[in-house]
């Protein structure tokens, strides 16, 4: 199973970045995705996370401004950031909870991505 986080780079406040992460390999089905942030310095944090049901939940910080998504049959889910402010600069990473075979049982396992840097220029 591979986590493959994009979307980062360099914006301007008040700007828009789009992140993507897409799970690939062999596994049964998503339970959980989260998109975690940490900036140096700073524990890592929830951002935003989106259940296999759809319910999505956020960090104060981000809520009005950030929105996770996912597409019906598809493997990647997205973090649209809008309204960016320099306090958003971090790296990104997401983290999958899925449901995999070990053996001959199903269980669930986590898994993340690399991070992705997400720089906001005052």
């Known amino acids: 199973v591979q986590l493959q986080a994009s979307g980062g780079g360099l914006v301007q406040t008040g700007g828009s970045l789009r992140l993507s992460c897409a799970v690939s390999?062999?596994?049964?089905?998503?339970?959980?995705v989260g998109w975690y942030r940490q900036a140096p310095g700073k524990q890592r944090e929830l951002v935003a996370s989106i259940t296999r049901g759809g319910i999505t939940s956020y960090a104060d910080s981000v809520k009005g401004r950030f929105t996770i998504s996912r597409e019906q049959g598809s493997n990647t889910v997205y973090l649209q950031m809008n309204s960016l402010k320099p306090e958003d600069s971090s790296v990104y990473y997401c983290?999958?909870?899925?449901?995999?075979?070990?053996?001959?049982?199903?269980?669930?396992?986590?898994?993340w991505g690399q991070g992705t840097q997400v720089t906001v220029s005052s």
């Open positions: 983290h999958a909870n899925l449901l995999v075979l070990e053996s001959t049982t199903p269980v669930e396992s986590d898994y």
């Open positions: 390999g062999r596994f049964f089905s998503i339970s959980f």
